[in-house]
């Protein structure tokens, strides 16, 4: 499978963005899928995992401003990040092991198959 992840960009503190990742050579249905980030110099974090089901988990750090979704007829996995704030300034990714259908710890970052990423800049 592909994931390619897309909607980043520079966004005023309190803004919002959409990211999405699509997904080519395999179905995402079934599956869970992860968004982690990298913000510079610092370690990988999970921040949500949609299930299979479409129900999620999110890290304290962002729950109640993002929101995860699944659109099985297109393919693709969205996050909605609303009132971001400087400290999501991140690399986003989309990764999936194509395996379990229902998330484990967000502390899990030893996904098989990784987007690309798209960078998420919010100045303050």
């Known amino acids: 499978v592909q994931l390619q992840a897309s909607g980043g960009g520079l966004v005023q503190s309190g803004g919002s963005l959409r990211l999405s990742c699509a997904a080519s050579?395999?179905?995402?249905?079934?599956?869970?899928i992860g968004w982690v980030r990298q913000a510079p110099g610092r370690e990988r974090e999970g921040v949500v995992c949609?299930?299979?089901?479409?129900?999620?988990d999110y890290a304290a750090s962002v729950g109640g401003r993002f929101a995860a979704s699944r659109d099985n007829a297109k393919n693709t996995v969205h996050l909605q990040m609303n009132s971001l704030k400087p400290e999501d300034t991140a690399v986003y990714y989309c990764?999936?092991?194509?395996?379990?259908?229902?998330?484990?710890?967000?502390?899990?970052?030893?996904?098989?198959?990784w987007g690309q990423g798209t960078q998420v800049t919010v100045s303050s």
């Open positions: 990764a999936t092991d194509l395996g379990p259908s229902v998330c484990g710890d967000l502390r899990y970052l030893s996904y098989s198959y």
């Open positions: 050579g395999s179905t995402l249905a079934g599956y869970a």
């Open positions: 949609i299930n299979s089901d479409g129900s999620t």
